[in-house]
Structure formats: C-alpha cells, structure tokens
C-alpha cells in the first residue's frame, strides 16, 4: 500500500448505527500508542525519515470491527500495521528532511519519490494531534504534510454492559469525529459495532449506515 498523495486512499469509513439498551460510561483513560521519539525531527537523514515509532504493547495484536455488516481485522504490530481496507502492512515513520538539502521530507518532487519508490512504497507518516483533550495517533502519506488526507487512531477503555472493554476510534485527524470503532474480538465488534458512546462525537459518514 502506497501511502502518498499520489494514491487514493480507498478508506471504508462508515460504520452502523446505535444500538439500544446498552449502559455506557467514559472513563478518563486514554492510553497513548507512540514513544517519545514519535515527532518530527530537524535532523537529517539519507531520506527524510526515522524508525523511531513503537506502538505500545497495549495497541499490539488484533483489532476487528463490522462496518457495512462485514467483519474486517486490523493487525497493529510494533512498527506498523496490517490495514484493514487492504490488507496490506504498513510501516510507520517519523519524517525530517533529507541529507543533501534543507528541504523536509514532503518537499521533495514526485519525481524523487518515483525513483526510491521501493524505499517508501510501503512506509506511513506518522505524527500526533490533540483533540478535545485526547490524544490522536495519525497515519498520513509518506510525502504530504497534511494530515487531514490520514487516519486518526484512539485507544480508549469503554464501560459496556458493566463491564470495561478497550475501543480503538478511528476518526478524522482534524475533527475528531468518528468514522468507525474497532474491538478486541469479532464478537464484541458484531454485538456494539452500531453504538454510539456517550461524550463522542460521530461523523455524518458513520450515522448515515443506521439501521433503520
């Protein structure tokens, strides 16, 4: 998977709706997945970029969620992950500028990209962005400085019929809005895949796949 600008990223961003009858409290962990090392850097290097990023241990392993009443699976190992719209794995980096010229990674011409295309054709940006006071992972393409063509990840632990589970929210790297919630097991993603928690936020996308 080709993440640059050059690539249309085929997201599937609609989820269902909310169920009902379901107790639901926020709790105040949000846990983050980066290190430290995880922001953009001013050193240089040969191409523009630094494998400084581990997920934590608490995002690793498998992820599923039932958008469109299908069960998809995303694998978050320790430097990437396995997407799930296609399948492919992604290596996550943090981007500088290159050694040579003074110009950051996204500056460079597509011209330049071309011709490494075997270094960054499977390598993600990522950067962090803070919310209504929670923490956001971002996925973005490997050339552009924009993050609002990416993907925003939040782990967050979530009281479900009295008991507490972890939900990983994908949602928009500006808004925070949510596109689509993902669980530890296939179960749990097919019973509340369709619920809306209490003090969220959900895009029009997610809202717009109700069942009626």
Same mark, same amino acid.
Not at 16 to 42: P, W
């Given at each position: ?88 794995? =992604?290596?996550? =980096? ?119």
């Amino acid at each position: 998977m080709k993440l640059r600008k050059t690539i249309t990223w085929s997201v599937i961003v609609a989820a269902l709706a909310a169920a009902s009858g379901i107790s639901v409290n926020q709790t105040n962990l949000v846990q983050a997945a980066t290190s430290k090392k995880a922001q953009n850097t001013v050193n240089k290097t040969k191409y523009g970029f630094k494998r400084d990023f581990n997920f934590s241990k608490s995002w690793q392993g498998k992820w599923y969620s039932n958008t469109h009443d299908k069960l998809s699976k995303m694998t978050i190992k320790k430097n990437g992950f396995i997407t799930p719209w296609t399948g492919e794995y =992604v290596e996550l =980096v943090s981007a500088g500028k290159v050694k040579g010229t003074n110009k950051y990674l996204w500056q460079m011409p597509q011209s330049w990209f071309t011709k490494h295309d075997k270094i960054f054709k499977h390598l993600g940006r990522v950067t962090t962005n803070k919310i209504s006071n929670k923490k956001w992972i971002v996925f973005s393409p490997i050339d552009e400085n924009n993050i609002k063509i990416g993907y925003a990840f939040s782990l967050q632990n979530k009281k479900i019929d009295g008991k507490t589970q972890k939900v990983m929210f994908e949602a928009n790297p500006k808004t925070g809005e949510i596109y689509d919630q993902f669980y530890r097991s296939p179960k749990l993603a097919q019973k509340y895949q369709n619920y809306h928690f209490k003090n969220e936020t959900y895009a029009p996308v997610f809202n717009q796949y109700q069942k009626k």
